[in-house]
């Protein structure tokens, strides 16, 4: 148990479907993120929010929106995805930056595009 | 673009031995991290080792860092079949955003490791 809890931990859509990843944490971190991790890729960071504020991450596709409406909680909400969205997806916190700091993932999600 | 990069990518080895993992990187870092994943699952922070370090123990890992060559090792002593994992290095780098500049971590590929029983 990391203190980071990511919900649901599997998720089967279609491509038209709407959904939203939850996570939380109770570490009292002042930076959440989201990773994607897909088979025989590096993890790929998708979106960083700091003090509740996002910083861009533009390689992201718009299909992908993030939400964090504190510092406890992240969202990521997924419309009209594709099949190579399909991936293990994983939420962080850190105190600090992660550079400088451990960072504590949740255990996942995973998603499936069909 | 991928800063850091493990070797080797895949290790079988038995167990009560040592598994040896090593990171090499591009550019200049102030940090350097190991993290290890069980299949499937979540990342869990092993070890942070900052750039003026040039080794690290925490119970059976040792890391040790060698800027000059943009290098670092991870050795996992006397291994266990529950050390069967993979094993991740993560540099720090500074990123530029619309809003701000921040750090963030960039992960290699990582090394699968099995120990076997």
């Known amino acids: 148990e990391t203190g980071v809890t990511q919900t649901p931990r599997h998720l089967v859509m279609g491509m038209t479907n709407k959904k939203s990843l939850k996570c939380e944490q109770h570490l009292g971190h002042n930076a959440m993120y989201w990773y994607k991790q897909s088979a025989k890729k590096p993890l790929e960071l998708m979106f960083v929010?700091?003090?509740?504020?996002?910083?861009e991450n533009n390689s992201v596709p718009s299909r992908f929106s993030p939400e964090c409406p504190n510092s406890s909680h992240l969202f990521l909400h997924l419309h009209t995805l594709q099949p190579e969205d399909s991936a293990l997806y994983l939420c962080a916190s850190s105190q600090d930056s992660p550079g400088r700091s451990e960072a504590f993932f949740g255990q996942g999600t995973r998603l499936t595009v069909v | 673009s991928q800063q850091g990069e493990e070797d080797p990518q895949a290790l079988s080895i038995q167990e009560g031995e040592n598994a040896t993992m090593n990171c090499s990187y591009k550019?200049?870092?102030?940090?350097l991290q190991w993290y290890r994943q069980n299949s499937g699952r979540g990342l869990v922070h092993l070890i942070l080792?900052?750039?003026?370090?040039r080794e690290k123990h925490s119970g059976r890992l040792r890391v040790t860092l060698d800027t000059s060559k943009k290098s670092s090792s991870l050795l996992i002593t006397a291994s266990r079949a529950a050390d069967t994992a993979s094993y991740f290095c993560a540099t720090d780098a500074l990123a530029l955003s619309m809003k701000t500049s921040y750090d963030k971590v960039i992960f290699g590929p990582g090394t699968s490791l099995s120990v076997i029983p």
């Open positions: 080792i900052r750039s003026n370090e």
């Open positions: 550019t200049s870092i102030n940090n």
């Open positions: 929010y700091s003090l509740e504020e996002r910083v």
